[in-house]
């Protein structure tokens, strides 16, 4: 890749370091002043020629236009600095009353998540007001025909909050993730909303093509698991997919098959350019009618799977590759990738923030460079085996270029992912031409039934691959945990070893390896760290409790009856892998137990250095004499005073877990400030640590 003929990757990397550095500076007006300064000072630059040693200037002037137009496209994309954002109308603890039009529309459990777009909320006297910005309304789940639906404009009265931040270590950041979609607030408005009125439109069409798509494959796919699969595969709607079937796609590596993405839209391009292939004209024009319907085609088909935020993505990357494969010149690839992101980011600036606009053009990326490379090693006569390592091929270099992104985001990596790849890419195409087919010709009475039986016969074999893959002996590593510098490590070293393949020099395989020790060094003092830790971490889990006692790389578990599995796996697992440690000892709260981490009886815990008092009831305090212990974890609402803990109980901090109600925690974080002692309660502080005789919450300090 010659740096010369990549000027819109210049372009974009500006842009995107603009955009980053949206996050330390609040002031648009910088970026705009940026910009601006850029591009005066790169048109004055144009008038003189200049010295070959002075050749990089109209470079950083072209730079500092671009990035200073990023960082002012990143601040002004945030709705929450408009004057007329709800937020500002908003009073504190009281409900309000918004209007707005619905934008999405996904089934939560027993509730509806609606994406609100707001146009106007009811002041405190009951005015309305013109208002703007996004907010994610649960709604209790009405009768099918009663759902909103995207398009309607609906009015709901709640309390408007703040996304609250994740109350674990290391859990998914929720906040953050909807941040990135320009979504800051939530409301529960459960039965308090009206539908006003429908207002078609673009996305509401789209909705209404997968809508009546969507029963038609539930009408020809009778069984759960093909229905699930063939919805989420084609439409993109994953809904209906159960817990075993998710898990053996992810386990597999083939999870990205069912988010219609990048792969989904440059199948139907391939399929387009086939069909239009078979053509045979040869005139000039036929290419431009050619290329037309082939993008044509690609937005009907992002209509047609609900136009999705991916589906857009990976449709305006493969419009500008159409294009680019029409020209016919010595375009290149790398500048045609670039020039869609930078459009894309122009936009929406907060893609850039999205996993699945990482993932998108890392895997094309990886794909582009590394698959002629990789196929190249081993040439095979046979054509059916040649066919298979291509797929194979394609296969690694996806996984080459979203190898550290992966496992920063996910934790785990599928060893079976050449065989996954080998059933589901091909597989992919066919089911995504055999439905198209059963949906133009579903009404046809033989035919339909023909296509639907063929495609649900491909399903069917396609799961049971994929269950089959799942069940070989270690095909998943899981618990993987690489920050932020080991990401831009890997691909440092990544980078280094491609520099040194191209460059023929040593220098950047010795850089390569030189990063590679760094790491090495890096993952040999976590390792050292983690033998030696000695700690106590109460999570917070809604009704229930959960400590986790650290012993060097070894996890005492104490909770309380009843605590499902997942759920704890959401509060604590990631924490665990970062501190690289196993469960290794499954207690309960009131157990009695020694082992090596833990000794206690009737909730009270020895927990290395530290001691522990999980209080459940009153009758834990009876008896004579005083214990000193390190904290009281108040669990399960125990009827109690803290005046009357204290005199059994030499403590100075009280932490109130997810199992008590705020009401009550309240009640005793108004004691605690009376008698001078340190009150957490994790559902509003967050987890809390006990380390080397420190108490800390993962949120804020504990209250006065």
């Not at 009663?146 to 609906?154: L, Y």
């Not at 953050?176 to 459960?190: E, G, N, P, T």
């Not at 069984?223 to 079937?245: I, R, W």
Request: proline share 5%.
């Amino acid at each position: 890749m010659n740096w010369r003929e990549t000027p819109m990757l210049r372009l974009l990397l500006s842009t995107m370091v603009g955009i980053g550095l949206a996050r330390i500076s609040p002031y648009w007006e910088l970026g705009l002043g940026l910009a601006l300064f850029g591009i005066i000072a790169l048109g004055l630059t144009l008038y003189r020629k200049w010295a070959f040693r002075l050749r990089w200037i109209p470079g950083v002037m072209t730079t500092m236009a671009f990035a200073g137009l990023g960082l002012a496209l990143a601040l002004l994309h945030d709705t929450r600095s408009y004057a007329h954002h709800f937020q500002n109308q908003l009073r504190e603890d009281h409900p309000a009353t918004l209007v707005g039009a619905v934008i999405d529309v996904v089934p939560a459990g027993q509730r509806l998540k609606v994406t609100l777009r707001a146009t106007a909320i009811s002041d405190t006297t009951g005015h309305s007001l013109p208002a703007t910005g996004q907010v994610l309304a649960y709604l209790d789940r009405p009768l099918p025909d009663a759902s909103p639906i995207t398009g309607d404009r609906i009015m709901l009265h709640g309390k408007v909050r703040p996304v609250s931040p994740p109350l674990n270590p290391d859990q998914f950041d929720y906040r953050k993730y909807l941040a990135a979609r320009d979504i800051h607030h939530q409301v529960f408005a459960d039965t308090n909303w009206i539908r006003l009125e429908h207002r078609p439109g673009l996305l509401s069409y789209a909705a209404h093509l997968r809508t009546r798509a969507l029963k038609i494959l539930e009408r020809y796919l009778p069984t759960p698991n093909e229905y699930a699969v063939g919805a989420a595969l084609t439409m993109g709607y994953k809904s209906a997919l159960t817990e075993e079937v998710e898990n053996a796609y992810a386990n597999t590596g083939a999870m990205h098959v069912l988010a219609v993405s990048g792969l989904h839209v440059g199948l139907v391009q391939l399929i387009l350019m086939w069909l239009l292939g078979l053509i045979p004209l040869r005139q000039p024009w036929w290419k431009i009618v050619k290329t037309g319907l082939i993008i044509a085609g690609i937005w009907a088909f992002a209509l047609l799977t609900g136009a999705a935020p991916s589906v857009l993505r990976a449709s305006t990357m493969f419009s500008f590759l159409a294009v680019g494969l029409a020209l016919q010149r010595t375009t290149n690839v790398y500048n045609t990738l670039s020039a869609s992101a930078l459009v894309l980011l122009a936009i929406n600036p907060n893609l850039l923030y999205h996993v699945g606009f990482q993932l998108s053009y890392l895997a094309v990326l990886g794909i582009v460079y590394f698959q002629p490379r990789i196929y190249s090693l081993w040439h095979i006569e046979h054509r059916i085996g040649d066919y298979l390592w291509q797929l194979s091929a394609v296969s690694l270099a996806a996984q080459l270029g979203t190898l550290p992104i992966s496992l920063y985001y996910f934790h785990q990596f599928p060893l079976y992912f050449v065989l996954s790849g080998l059933i589901v890419v091909p597989a992919a195409g066919l089911i995504l031409s055999l439905t198209l087919l059963l949906l133009a010709f579903h009404s046809v009475p033989v035919l339909g039934a023909l296509i639907a039986k063929a495609l649900y016969g491909l399903i069917y074999w396609v799961n049971a691959g994929i269950f089959i893959i799942q069940q070989l002996p270690g095909g998943l590593l899981e618990g993987i945990w690489i920050g932020l510098a080991g990401v831009w490590g890997l691909y440092a070293l990544l980078t280094g070893l491609i520099l040194g393949h191209r460059t023929r020099q040593f220098r950047w395989v010795l850089g390569s390896l030189l990063t590679g020790a760094l790491l090495a060094g890096s993952y040999a003092w976590q390792k050292w760290v983690s033998w030696h830790q000695q700690s106590v971490v109460v999570y917070q889990v809604y009704k229930h409790t959960a400590v986790d006692v650290f012993h060097g790389n070894g996890i005492a578990q104490i909770t309380s009856p009843g605590l499902e599995q997942d759920r704890l796996a959401f509060a604590c697992e990631a924490h665990r892998w970062r501190r690289r440690a196993r469960v290794d000892t499954l207690l309960h709260s009131r157990q009695s137990a020694k082992v090596d981490a833990a000794a206690g009886q009737k909730g009270y815990w020895q927990l290395g250095e530290a001691r522990l008092l999980v209080l459940e009831e009153p009758e834990q305090l009876a008896g004579e004499g005083s214990f000193r212990v390190d904290a009281v974890v108040l669990s399960q609402s125990p009827k109690v005073r803290l005046g009357e803990v204290l005199e059994r109980i030499n403590t100075s901090c009280f932490i109130a877990d997810g199992s008590n109600p705020p009401w009550r925690a309240a009640d005793w974080s108004e004691e605690a400030k009376a008698l001078g002692l340190a009150f957490y309660y994790t559902a509003q502080t967050g987890a809390v640590t006990l380390e080397n005789s420190i108490i800390e919450s993962w949120i804020k300090t504990p209250a006065e």
